[in-house]
């Protein structure tokens, strides 16, 4: 069983996409908190200190990969798994995620919400497990 | 064909509540996106969706009306309320739309012109209403469409077509303005319950079908909701059904007891017709009676008989007098004294009467244009108690007889010679000219009534147009069945009283469908929150 409690940060602008994890992360037991733009997300990182993020690129304020850079200057920050959950589709913009430190990179059209919600929870079961990031391939 | 206008008419019910539901439900999934960060841009789609559904709620309680004839207190300010809502719905989906920020792809920028679409709102919005319906169904679908294309919002792909199908509904649904049309195939096409009119209705039904898809998917994991779905739809199910079920028992009451009715109508003309029998079994009495017939009876005096005779001709609009001597010669005529002599020996009515016994008598004789019943009375002329001769009356049963029965009673009739009309109350089209010499060729009526002698009562096409419809023998006095009595009333008048009760069911299965939600909601908390 997963840890009890464990904090999701989604920083996601579309409230209906937001909504739709914040409610099937909840059901699988996680505390999620949302973020509707890059920099209430990397507010909430400070404060929350959650277990995985979930970002995604094209918001307001702060573009995604920005957040990303942020997120990985800070050495408080820099460990926690962050999972791109976007729209663009093009590898280039796969590629630039992850080799910014990503540890997956989802294209939200891709796939029913309900296999993200698994993938999500598989990435989380096998850092729970060892508590170290991994490097992860382009799904 | 009555059925077939119920199931339609159940079926626009169906399918408008169900547009109602999932238009709800995607106002709620708004809703609760709300709640995550109370924004007024945010509000506009939840609302834009809730007008929508409430829209739909009032869509489904109007009853179409064209085909009741008269129009209902209520209906038309429904349907004024359901164009306000829906335009409502629309105008603050497109606001929504337009004052969201599109998610922009990294490279390209994309200006949407709003002014042209503003264009439309200057136009007389009332007139074209059906007409605008469609355009800001489409214009709310193009806006959606822009979010998935030109941005990078793809899961709104869905809405987009959901909207473009609806404004296809919409667009069948301008229709409605064409419908006094002079353009016999044009009417047709677009009266209620034709293709047109249940095409809108499939068309409507695929964009709940692609609208309900999108928002179960948004669904996922949320118990409390789902389980409210499920209440919703099971209750509207559930109401549907009784609806259904009740407008089609009510129905089939309204055509039972519109039966009845006619059952005792017909018993009303024939209880006018037996008076009738008797009326003129006393006048032949009354003439048998005077002395001064017996009087001039056995010399033959025919001018003395022809004055006495026609007099009561006129006075009774009797149709002949006839007066036989002992031996069934005619001696006159009071309607054609010229002609006298020829024997009625076989006619079983002067037979009785030439052994001193009076009847009276349905029969029926050869008219101009159809056969024409006749009510006949014989009664011996006695001297010295012998009979000496008969008088025998008869008084036709035609258009005069059934327009004074109508006068008297309200009752629409038809009398039947064997199988041919030959006395009507109803009126052709033209309004002058009657429905008279039409066989009825229906052979459940002729084998039931005619050789049977006894009363149908149903369903009949008369002249391609529908009654519910009772048929009574007409018995001669030995008995042999003669005519036949009808009375009936066209389907779509009963219809009429029944749509009255519908359009109530209609009406308070939508209010208590409405109420509902709050249980359902309720129930759905408690139990999602035990499972939690």
Known sequence: MLRQMAKILIVEDDPLIARLYQKAFAFEGYDVEVAHDGEEGLKKTAEDKPVLILLDIMMPKMHGFEVMDRLKANEETKKIPVVVLTNLASPRDAETALSKGAVKYIVKSEYQPKQIVEMVKEILAGYTREEIPATAGVK | ?532
């Open chain 2, 1 to 532: 064909m009555l059925t077939t206008q119920f199931l339609l008419v159940n079926f626009h019910f169906v399918v408008s509540l169900l547009a109602a539901l999932i238009t709800l439900a995607i106002a709620w999934l708004y809703f609760d996106a709300w709640t995550g960060q109370k924004s007024f841009k945010q509000a506009l789609p939840f609302l834009g969706f809730l007008f929508l559904s409430l829209s739909f709620v009032v869509q489904s309680v109007i009853v179409d009306q064209s085909l009741f004839e008269t129009a209902f207190e209520g209906t038309a300010a429904a349907s004024a309320l359901k164009i306000i809502l829906r335009f409502g719905g629309y105008l603050t989906l497109v606001a929504g739309q337009l004052i969201t920020p599109l998610q922009q792809r990294p490279t390209r920028k994309w200006r949407f012109r709003s002014a042209a679409l503003l264009s439309f709102l200057g136009l007389p919005v009332l007139e074209l209403a059906p007409f605008l319906l469609a355009v800001l169904a489409m214009v709310t679908g193009l806006l959606y469409r822009r979010r998935a294309a030109r941005g990078l919002e793809r899961h709104l792909k869905p809405v987009s077509l959901g909207f473009f199908i609806l404004g296809l509904a919409e667009l069948l649904g301008v229709s409605i303005g064409f419908r006094d049309t002079a353009n016999v195939a044009l009417a047709n096409l677009v009266a209620p319950f034709r293709p047109l009119w249940i095409t809108e209705r499939v068309i409507l039904l695929i964009a709940i079908y692609i609208f309900g898809r999108w928002v179960w998917g948004y669904l996922l994991k949320r118990f409390e909701t789902q389980l409210f779905m499920i209440f919703t739809t099971a209750t509207l199910a559930i109401f549907l059904i009784t609806t259904v079920a009740f407008s089609l028992a009510s129905l089939a009451n309204v055509r039972n007891s519109a039966l009845e009715s006619l059952r005792s109508d017909v018993g009303v003309i024939a209880y006018t017709v037996d008076s009738k029998k008797a009326e003129i079994l006393a006048d032949a009495q009354v003439v048998s009676q005077d002395p001064h017939v017996g009087a001039a009876l056995p010399s033959a005096n025919r001018s003395a008989l022809a004055t006495i005779l026609t007099n009561n001709l006129l006075a009774k609009g009797l149709t002949t007098l006839t007066v036989v001597n002992r031996d069934a010669q005619v001696v006159i005529r009071a309607e054609d004294p010229e002609h006298f002599g020829e024997s009625l020996s076989s006619d079983p009515l002067i037979q009785l009467a030439l052994e001193n016994r009076e009847t009276s008598s349905v029969d029926t004789k050869e008219g101009t244009l159809a056969p024409v019943v006749t009510i006949r009375a014989a009664a011996p002329v006695l001297r010295n108690n012998q009979v000496i001769g008969a008088i025998l009356i008869s008084s036709d049963i035609d258009n005069a007889f059934v327009d004074g029965v109508k006068e008297a009673t309200g009752l629409d009739a038809s009398i039947y010679a064997d199988n041919v009309r030959s006395a009507t109350t109803f009126i052709a089209p033209d309004g002058k000219s009657r429905f008279t010499g039409i066989k009825e060729e229906n052979e459940t009526i002729k084998e039931r009534v005619l050789a049977q002698g006894q009363t149908f009562e149903g369903s009949v096409d008369i002249l391609s147009v529908p009654y519910f419809a009772v048929f009574s023998p007409l018995k001669s006095f030995d008995n042999n069945v003669v005519g036949m009595l009808f009375v009936g009333r066209p389907q779509t008048s009963i219809l009429q009283t029944a749509a009255r009760s519908i359009e109530l069911t209609f009406s308070i299965s939508a209010i208590l469908l409405v109420l509902s939600g709050l249980p359902a909601y309720l129930i759905s908390k408690y139990i999602a929150g035990q499972t939690v």
